[in-house]
């Protein structure tokens, strides 16, 4: 691609298949060309080149985003997190809209930060760029903007940077889709002792609601090769709790070449088997592909976490039906006992649409009434976004007049039944990996349950990164303070 056409500033669509080891050699040599093009603006400035990453949305963006400043760190830049940094970006989200309108607002405030420091670059990335009406208003209103690039070529991270350095135009490459996975590029990690790790990316479900399909491409999965030999890399770099993640990790597996054939249950077999790794998560789980395999393998491992997010969405079978959801509220139930009773330790959290085109209050009764049989130890409540490009958003849409009395109705049912579920392990002993100083208290840590409740004990900053016995005195609502106990 010549430079000639990013100066033009225009949208270039570009789904050109390489070999990934050669594309990883590539990337390393544009951080070396960018190492100069920071080593310069050091010397202008007198000191080291800062640089901020902003995250919004799911767990998927936080990994890229520990991918963004791997390259960044590499090329000499310093992290920080405020961003009144010499290189700004930000890794949006649009599952919904108010998504989309935090980025305008902090893009917004950024601009004006940038009128005093003219050396600062801004750049955007991440699934709220593979939209076409995002970059048009960017180009039209947020002139700033340095630098844009998507979802799918965010590996060329290091090139793009180059070609920002050395332009003074608005930089935009969105690809529409690819097939491309590039391995070994340079992460820097938020925590050292736990970690996500991509095994697929992309989604294939088209539930009727979701954008993540159309800005996150088509399914794919890394090899079981690839991702055992990052988990081991990371157990050997002192990892010990792993989150493998992907929109449905259950269709893992589908595309593989024939001697690489695996299923997740499978995959998470293998996974619990390397060294180190003592504790292994998973996100998102589809009610639809969750096998019996997999609930085998979850119940005979004590290494794999007591949490399945499962998300509803709906309990009512004719708007699950226009959600393309491939369940209906009964079998959602039959998979929630299945699970709890070949795993009686396990909490269940979920995510749960209102508003939905069509849903009336009895099908809001029905979501209900699946919240209480199911006794879901969360739920996440969302009010229904229409997402410009999905099947939904050409429907009769729900007013705000029936769909927030149905929410703050549903969320009323969610907090009481999550509330009496968490206290249920009062006064038994845990084992909780410690994340973090106590915020509030700095003479507690807080660590985290293998079910996902956060419990707050006495302890300090050496404990971080460990495992330890703790009791749980007493439940608060969603956290539990608690005490170290020793054999
Ligand atoms: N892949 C996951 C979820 C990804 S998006 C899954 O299949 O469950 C995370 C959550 O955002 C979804 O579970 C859904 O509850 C919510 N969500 C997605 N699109 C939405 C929309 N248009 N409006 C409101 N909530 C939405
Ligand atoms: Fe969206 Fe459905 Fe895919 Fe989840 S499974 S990312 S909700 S389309
Ligand atoms: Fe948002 Fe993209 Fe994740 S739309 S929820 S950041 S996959």
Redesign the pocket.
């Known amino acids: 691609m010549s430079k000639e056409s990013l100066k033009n500033n225009t949208v270039l669509h570009d789904t050109a298949s390489e070999n990934a080891g050669e594309e990883t050699k590539r990337q390393f040599e544009y951080m070396e060309k960018v190492k100069g093009h920071v080593a310069d603006l050091e010397k202008e400035l007198g000191r080291k080149p800062t640089a901020c990453v902003v995250t919004f949305g799911?767990q998927m963006n936080a990994r890229d985003s520990e991918k963004l400043l791997g390259v960044l760190t590499k090329v000499g830049f310093e992290e920080v997190e405020t961003e009144d940094a010499d290189f700004v970006i930000y890794n949006t989200c649009t599952?919904?809209d108010n998504a989309d309108q935090r980025v305008f607002g902090r893009l917004g405030y950024v601009g004006g930060i940038k009128k005093k420091k003219p050396w600062m670059r801004i750049a955007l990335c991440g699934c709220m760029m593979q939209e076409q009406s995002v970059i048009e208003k960017i180009q039209k209103s947020y002139r700033h903007v340095d630098l844009i690039f998507g979802t799918h070529n965010i590996f060329k991270f290091a090139e793009l940077l180059n070609t920002m350095f050395e332009s003074d135009r608005m930089i935009i490459d969105i690809w529409k889709d690819t097939d491309q996975i590039v391995e070994d590029l340079p992460i820097v990690r938020k925590y050292k002792f736990k970690s996500g790790i991509n095994i697929m990316f992309g989604?294939n479900?088209f539930?009727t609601?979701?954008?993540?399909p159309y800005v996150r491409g088509r399914e794919r999965s890394r090899s079981p090769k690839d991702i055992i030999r990052e988990i081991e890399y990371l157990a050997s770099d002192g990892v010990k709790e792993i989150m493998l993640l992907g929109?449905?990790v259950n269709s893992y597996g589908k595309g593989l070449p024939e001697n690489e054939q695996l299923s997740f249950a499978e995959l998470l077999s293998e996974v619990c088997k390397v060294d180190g790794i003592e504790r292994v998560r998973f996100?998102?789980?589809?009610p639809k592909d969750l096998s019996d395999d997999l609930i085998k393998v979850i119940a005979e491992n004590e290494k794999v976490a007591r949490h399945i997010?499962l998300?509803l969405?709906s309990g009512s079978d004719e708007i699950l039906k226009k959600m393309n959801r491939h369940y209906t509220k009964e079998s959602f139930l039959l998979l929630v006992n299945k699970i709890k009773q070949a795993i009686p330790d396990v909490s269940i959290t979920t995510?749960?649409?209102v508003g939905?085109p069509g849903e009336t209050d009895s099908d809001v009764d029905e979501t209900i009434d699946v919240v209480r049989k199911a006794a879901f130890d969360n739920a996440?409540t969302?009010?229904?976004?229409?997402?410009t490009g999905?099947p939904?958003a050409g429907w009769e849409q729900v007013p705000e007049s029936v769909s927030k009395p149905n929410f703050d109705r549903l969320l009323k049912v969610v907090q009481e039944t999550a509330r009496e579920r968490a206290s249920r392990f009062t006064g038994q002993t845990h084992r909780v990996l410690v994340e973090e100083i106590n915020e509030q208290d700095s003479s507690l840590v807080t660590g985290r349950m293998s079910n996902n409740t956060l419990v707050h004990f006495p302890g300090d900053a050496d404990l971080i990164g460990e495992f330890v016995d703790v009791k749980l005195n007493e439940c608060h609502g969603f956290y539990y303070t608690g005490e170290r106990v020793f054999e």
Not at 209 to 212: D, G, L, R, T
Not at 283 to 286: L, R
Not at 382 to 387: A, D, E
């Open positions: 799911c599952v919904r989604c479900n539930c609601y979701c954008i993540v929109q449905n996100m998102t789980s589809h997010h998300p969405q995510d749960i649409i939905f996440f969302f009010i229904y976004s229409k997402r999905t939904a």
